[in-house]
């Protein structure tokens, strides 16, 4: 029963750190108010003050904790899969291909909410791309097949999105362009935020479905069909919905990066490596990180700061921290 | 831990049965093994002893001729092959998961099954323990304790002592017969004379093949053919060497 509750308790911990920071990140600013003013406004009732600040946070704070859980469950699941500990969302070259994808529309003179769904299908479209040629090629190891197709994937996409920068108005278009490919959480409508909420709910009950079966191809896909797991088909699903859910935050933020690498591995320490609770506890410290970084981009300054720069700078640094003392702990 | 239900008890049979990979060939193999024994396959490196056991173990399909065997089949990796930080409980349990198509974790039932698993082999102390903190030789008891508790009718050992010491080693290899005591069909592909010595029979990979009780096959003569060079020291077999 001990363990049980042992599992349980980071997670519910996390769960309410995450909910205070929502509520703080939807009570601080230019009009503050209170948490009770705040439920009052949510039906619809309570002052004004109340009702704009939330209409005016609730798209940003929902995109940042949205774009933080499923860039950590996509992290979580290909560092699982990859058995590498540096797997990240861009490994699938979803995230370059989401960028090209938004770049193409913005050239093509589409609206914004297009521009997002082109984003979204790019991603779709060189993960897809990505998963094929690995699966073309028959010799070797699987996952370093996988690899090297993510890495040409990329680079593929990268340069479209270079002829998109060349070829791109510097006055109208560049300045959206630029925006983009550095992050926000502070762009996307409210529609906008719900649409990607449902895509990556449903990866996420996609992923913790599979739980214990990705324990088990993170053995190597050898053991898991010993094991009797259907391997290959298993590691497709989770490879194509991790690609969903980077695809579906993408679209909404732009690139934010280190997010899906760090927050796993803060998880692991917390939780262990087991998925049912690395899963979830991943997607609660992304969000987390995000609320954070979120309230970090508005706090100096009228300007916002880009929250992929904000990612790298904090990001960076407490990934090497992590890592270090990781290092230490596991000799 | 009960043993093996007495319906997944089964012979395991290859006729004329061709394995190999790319351009390599190894056979044919004629295997006629009843439940419960113990088959040493010896050969030196290259010589195709992972392959068949991948084959064996249906992960590879044979090129040529038929084999039926006792299904599940459960694969135990050499030693250092499987890393993973799961708890040793977890990991253990994870035979069990291609039981249920749809439950996302081990239930209640898959963990006590893990646990007596454990028990059984004399290692129930390390449950809570991640694995990857263990060592060789008590990994590969983890590992086995999955195979039990995976409930595999035939367990297919990859150099199950390799890399151990002594007193792990023999731990190993008395687990392995405990598996074969409740009905499991071994097969273990090793370099380790004296753990073959120990097996029911033994198939040396030469060409042709050969087949026989332990005792009986493993010569100083029959060795040096399979090694290709005489060996200084024979443990095993049947007579002094000189």
Known sequence: ?331 | MSGLRADMRAHMRARGLVVGRGAFRLGPLELDLPPGRRLAVLGPNGAGKSTLLRTLAGLTPALDGTLSAPRPAALLPPPGEVEAAFPVRHMVALGRIGRSPFAPGPSRADLAAAEAALDRLGVADLADRPFDRLSSGQRQLVLIARTAAQGGALVLADEPTATLDPVHAARVAAALDALAGEGALVVIATHDLALAARQDAVLLLTDPPRTGPAGQILTPAALAALYGAPLAVCPGCGRPHG
């Open chain 1, 1 to 331: 029963m001990s363990r049980a509750l042992k599992a349980v308790v980071p997670l519910f911990a996390a769960l309410l750190a995450v909910t205070g920071l929502a509520l703080g990140a939807l009570m601080l600013g230019p009009l503050p108010t209170s948490p009770a003013a705040l439920l009052a406004a949510a039906a619809g009732a309570g002052d004004s003050t109340a009702q704009l600040a939330l209409s005016l946070r609730l798209p940003a704070v929902l995109t940042a904790v949205v774009v933080g859980a499923g860039l950590a469950l996509a992290g979580a699941t290909l560092q699982a899969l990859f058995r590498n500990p540096l797997a990240s969302p861009d490994l699938l070259g979803v995230s370059s291909g989401a960028a090209a994808g938004a770049a193409l529309a913005l050239l093509a003179g589409l609206a914004p909410w297009a521009m997002q769904g082109a984003a979204f299908l790019g991603g779709i479209a060189s993960g897809t791309l990505t998963l094929a040629a690995a699966a073309a090629v028959r010799s070797g190891d699987p996952r370093l097949a996988l690899i090297l197709c993510g890495v040409v994937v990329g680079a593929l996409a990268a340069a479209l999105l270079g002829l998109a920068l060349l070829a791109a108005d510097p006055y109208t278009e560049l300045p959206t362009l630029t925006w983009w490919l550095l992050g926000a959480f502070s762009r996307a409508t409210l529609a906008e935020a719900v649409v990607a909420l449902g895509l990556t709910s449903a990866a996420a009950a996609v992923l913790l479905t599979l739980g214990a079966r990705l324990d088990a191809l993170a053995l190597g896909e050898d053991q898991a069909r010993a094991l009797g797991l259907p391997a290959r088909t298993l590691r497709l699903l989770a490879l194509a919905t991790a690609a969903l859910a980077t695809s579906a935050v993408v679209s909404i933020s732009g690139l934010v990066g280190w997010i899906g690498l760090l927050a796993p591995h803060a998880a692991r320490l917390l939780v262990g490596e087991t998925a049912a609770r690395l899963l979830p506890m991943s997607a609660l410290l992304g969000a987390a990180v995000a609320l954070i970084v979120g309230q970090l981009a508005r706090a100096f300054g009228p300007a916002e700061i880009p929250v992929g720069l904000l990612t790298a700078l904090v990001g960076a640094p407490a990934f090497l921290a992590l890592f270090i003392s990781r290092a230490g702990r596991r000799p």
